[in-house]
């Protein structure tokens, strides 16, 4: 008898769906006269476009372009620029991942608007692919494009294709090309698209005379991890088919946490500096409650503008061990308040600020400390205050620093109405 032969493994079908240029989209939901009007959302205090459709990019609107250097172009064609409407774009981002959920057990989300989904085995994949884009416009609004491939770093690419390549409506599968089809294909894209890889690493890798997709996936491996390290030969695996980054289906608990602002203006005061503080410190507390963690570190930072080489610059930051892990904002807030004090001089105008949490474990494990008291267990002020923000919106509860002053918030001048989230900006209520 011959031995049975191995069945040939059939690659993954691991699908990124991702939002087409989702703000200005989420702008459009609530705005359908805006669909063909040129439209921007601006970042943080209004600063830089951070999201663009596709007649503001014909203008020539580069992302990441500062606002004031396109007033003059914003005149002549009539582009309309909106504040970033975060509280907005986040419930929108959970409808879309909760519709994408439905497809698979196995689920990554990315980013607030990419959403790896492992399709293997899936009968009908292509009808399945056209299914998901038109059941997330029905149901949210949003366009959306699917990329399928062997690996999540050709399902990017895969998505890139489906993006700009009208002949696909939407939806690409580099899993049905044939090799030929494959190295011709990769042979027409520029390596700085590959998820990973970037300007700089591209221009690095055109000295070696790596300038498509195809060369890095052909490139010497041995030479390429010399020169480049182990992160972008595991690239080049992957755009090889060999998958060597795998799915998340849960997000790992942070390490750190963060929570920082640019002000809206600059603040010379101290109790000012304090009420963001605070707002600060209420914000990643939440975050540390709900992955169940406490932290046992405290860092605090204040910025100058570094832009404004006029003005005296001063960037101090400091950071203390606290006495007992805790995730509890009363006692986070009297710490952060204690160092912002130590930090703060009175002749500088301070344009940032913000907080960071570390040594983070699981709540209630600590270590014991002979000349420290054991850390108060009592969480049910925490968990009312949490569950209250919850259900009526964040900073319904707030702590009693919180919320005094106004002068550090945001610049948000062309903010749109919080549309899915607060009952007086429903269209027709109020």
């Known amino acids: 008898m011959k031995a049975s032969q191995p069945l040939p493994s059939r690659p993954l079908q691991i699908a990124l769906v991702d939002c087409n240029n989702f703000y200005v989209s989420c702008e459009r939901v609530f705005r359908p006269d ?20 596709n007649e503001a990019k014909a203008l020539g609107i580069r992302m990441g372009q500062p606002w004031f ?8 064609h009539g582009i309309l620029a909106l504040s970033s409407n975060y509280a907005l774009y986040a419930d929108l981002s959970n409808r879309v991942m909760s519709i994408l959920s439905t497809y698979s057990p196995r689920c990554e989300v990315y980013s607030i608007d990419e959403c790896f989904v492992d399709l293997t085995g899936t009968p009908k994949l292509k009808a399945v692919s056209y299914e998901m884009r038109e059941r997330v416009m029905a149901w949210t609004g949003i366009p959306v494009c699917v990329g399928i491939g062997p690996t999540k770093t050709l399902a990017k690419l895969a998505n890139h294709i489906a993006k700009k390549h009208p002949r696909s409506q939407g939806v690409f599968n580099y899993n049905d090309l ?16 590959v998820w990973g890889i970037g300007r700089r690493i591209s221009a690095r890798l055109a000295e070696h005379g790596i300038v498509t997709v195809q ?5 010497h491996t041995p030479t390429l991890r010399a020169e480049f390290g182990v992160v972008v030969e595991k690239t080049q695996r992957e755009l090889q088919g060999v998958a060597c980054i795998d799915l998340q289906d849960m997000v790992p608990n942070k390490k750190q946490i963060v929570c920082s602002r640019s002000f809206g203006q600059t603040v010379t005061e101290l109790a000012v500096l304090k009420d963001a503080m605070s707002t600060f410190v209420a914000n990643a507390c939440v975050k540390l409650r709900a992955q169940g963690s406490q932290a046992a570190l405290i860092h605090v930072f204040l910025h100058t503008n570094r832009f404004r080489k006029d003005l005296p610059q001063y960037n101090p930051s400091l950071t203390v061990p606290l006495p007992q892990p805790t995730s509890d904002s009363l006692v986070v807030s ?14 500088y105008a301070y344009k940032k600020a913000g907080i960071m949490l570390g040594d983070i ?21 925490m968990t009312a205050l949490d569950r209250l923000n919850a259900r009526y919106g964040r900073g319904t509860v707030k702590v009693s620093t919180q919320g005094g002053h106004t002068g550090w ?15 007086e900006a429903v269209v027709g209520v109020g």
Do not use: H
């Not at 060369?215 to 490139?219: G, P, Q």
């Not at 474990?361 to 002020?381: I, K, N, S, V």
């Not at 918030?409 to 009952?423: A, D, I, L």
């Open 34 to 53: 805006l669909k063909t009007t040129p439209l921007v959302v601006l970042s943080n205090n209004d600063g830089c476009a951070v999201s663009r459709s």
């Open 69 to 76: 250097e396109c007033n003059a172009l914003a005149q002549e």
């Open 178 to 193: 044939s090799e030929e089809q494959q190295d011709k294909l990769l042979g027409q894209i520029d390596v700085a698209e």
């Open 215 to 219: 060369d890095l996936r052909t490139a």
């Open 334 to 347: 009297r710490w952060a308040d204690w160092l912002v004090a130590r930090l703060f001089k009175p002749d």
């Open 361 to 381: 474990t699981p709540a209630g494990q600590y270590q014991a400390d002979w000349l420290e008291p054991a850390p108060a267990t009592d969480t049910r002020l």
């Open 409 to 423: 918030q945001m610049r948000q001048e062309r903010k749109s109405p919080n549309y899915t989230t607060q009952w």
